[in-house]
């Protein structure tokens, strides 16, 4: 079987939903009003960046490259790596929530910087749909790291 350009778009999916459901969870339990709003923004964003994932996917549904097996393999041990590492904080103020966001989408930045790394070979593969999939995923996270540090200063 043959990995696909979706194949990795779905596991960006994955941790956007985790990311959704971390801070869905942080809504849930905390007692403070202001972290709980906190939280349900950020979950928005991240429902936001699910559709946005989701659209992507569905623009190259019928022109879908294929991944070499060993890039495909690396880059699903990135990711999945991440991924065991989302763990939700114990917040005491927003602030402090603000921050761990601001720092989990830096991280995923470079794990993304990463992955995109990974997929040139040649200076050709900079034109590949995989490359040019993962660059959009970047600077919609990038946006996202924007919008966080303009609430934390």
Sequence with gaps: M???VIDILEKFI???KN???MYENINKISKDIKIKM???VLQKEEERHIKVYTRLKEEI???DEEVDFDIYDK?????NKFKQNMDAPKTQNTNELLRFAL???KQNIAVLLDIQGRLIRKKQDMKSQAYQMVSR???EEKKHVQNLQSFIK
Excluded: M
Excluded at 75 to 79: E, I, T, W
């Design 61 to 63: 549904k019928n022109k």
């Design 14 to 16: 994955e941790i956007e």
């Design 103 to 105: 720092e989990f989408e």
């Design 2 to 4: 043959a990995y696909t």
């Design 19 to 21: 990311g959704r459901d």
């Design 75 to 79: 880059v699903s041990s990135l990711l």
């Design 38 to 40: 906190v939280a349900k």
């Design 137 to 139: 995923v970047i600077e």
